[in-house]
């Protein structure tokens, strides 16, 4: 079914269009033009106005040659990350590549490229669906920056499907977890290291100290957590007044994921105050997490369109966040598909041609097993 030099042509068109996170102008165009030669009718949002990057989220609409099906929606994010201006793709052995000096930016062209071809196929074999919506973010490697400023007023779906995810072709991440980011700042008391180091206060040794006395890494199956930045100090020969230090914590249960913001927030502050420091604390949760099982719809649909492509379904969890998780907080159940990206985010990044090719195929099958139910409203019998 798929024209696989078409596919791989266009997937290498994409790769080799700069769009590094927050430099989004020149992909956005090429995809508006390529959505609109496909009869979308084409919207970009004004969240770049909000988020400061290169482009709004596209949120892209075709009519459904079926009055009574679901709306259905696919999201996949138009920004790579560094290094990937540039970008240099070859196609050897079975699997695209970069020359090594960029990543490839299959994360998540490969994913864009499998619409479009899906989008293709369906026209020229009269395949019967139902309205479709692409929400093409921008920012989504700048901590779904696109997505959590998207005008929702131009999503009218009943459930969709994120096209972004590594694992093969056959895997469905039917929950994710919620992130939570914690800002920190530890204030302590200048001195000179060496004349009078007594009469200060180590903001860096505060926060070591209590960094020390955290649950951190794998706290359980659901949830982990992590300091990722620390900045301090000025001089060797100053005792440092001022560290900052960042950390997040994620869960699939939300309960859980409250519970260890609160333990990082209160370690902070009760071992800066036994100290004689000050800690300041802001946490910001950046997203919720999103948990669906076999008993719901999207995933039904998710399951039934692996098997009819050949695949064996494969329902799992991750411990990543995604589009999929702001989508599915807004109200429009979505699951993380995998389409076989390789050592996404380095300069190893590949991405398997048979892969890509399966990726299509699944796209048209969701179409197809998604116009297999009533629509919104209606009753559905399991």
């Known amino acids: 079914m798929v024209d696989q030099q078409r596919l791989f042509d ?23 033009g390529k959505l609109a030669a496909l009869g979308f009718e084409v919207v970009e949002d004004d969240s770049a106005e909000k988020t400061g990057h290169g482009a709004g989220n596209l949120v892209a609409t075709l009519n459904g040659t079926l009055e009574d099906a679901p709306i259905i929606y696919f999201t996949c994010h138009m920004d790579t990350v ?7 793709p070859t196609l050897k052995d079975g699997y695209f590549e970069s020359d090594g000096t960029t990543i490839l930016g299959s994360d ?31 920012g989504e490697e700048s901590g779904l920056m696109g997505s959590r400023h998207l005008d929702t ?16 072709v056959g ?23 060496g004349v009078n180091p007594e009469d200060g206060i180590s903001a860096i040794q505060v926060a ?22 620390f900045k301090g100090g000025t001089a060797s020969n100053v005792v440092p007044e001022k560290a900052e230090i960042i950390s997040e914590a994620r869960s699939r249960n939300e309960i859980k994921l409250k519970a ?21 604390v802001e946490t910001r949760f950046m997203y919720p997490s999103y948990k669906f099982t076999e008993e719901d719809l999207v995933v039904q649909k998710a399951i039934a369109a692996v098997e009819k492509i050949g695949r064996t379904p494969k329902v799992t969890v991750s411990g990543g966040g995604s589009d999929a998780n702001v989508m599915s907080g807004y109200g429009f159940p979505t699951v993380n598909l995998g389409i076989g990206y390789e050592n996404i985010h380095t300069t190893s990044e590949r991405m398997p041609a048979k892969e890509l090719v399966k990726t299509v ?21 399991p």
């Open 153 to 168: 007023s131009l999503v009218d779906a009943d459930f969709g499907f994120a096209i972004d995810s590594n694992g093969p």
């Open 260 to 280: 260890q913001v609160k333990h990082m927030e209160q370690t902070f502050k009760e071992v800066a105050e036994e100290l004689g420091a000050r800690a300041e």
């Open 171 to 193: 895997e469905i991440i039917a929950s994710a977890p919620a992130q939570a980011k914690i800002i920190t700042t530890i204030y302590g008391k200048a001195a000179h290291a």
């Open 10 to 32: 266009e997937f290498i068109e994409l790769i080799k269009t700069d769009s590094e996170t927050g430099d989004e102008r020149a992909i956005c165009d090429l995809l508006k």
């Open 82 to 88: 560094a290094p990937g201006k540039g970008i240099k």
């Open 108 to 138: 998540d062209k490969a994913g864009l490229a499998a619409l479009m071809e899906g989008i293709r196929l369906l026209k020229e074999q009269n395949i019967p669906h139902g309205k479709i919506q692409f929400v093409i973010t921008a």
């Open 361 to 381: 195929e699944l796209v048209v099958a969701l179409i197809e097993e998604s116009a297999n139910v009533p629509a919104k409203g209606a009753e559905v019998t």
């Open 208 to 229: 070591s100290r209590a960094i020390s006395k955290m649950r951190l890494g794998r706290i359980d199956a659901e949830t982990t957590a992590n300091i990722g930045f």
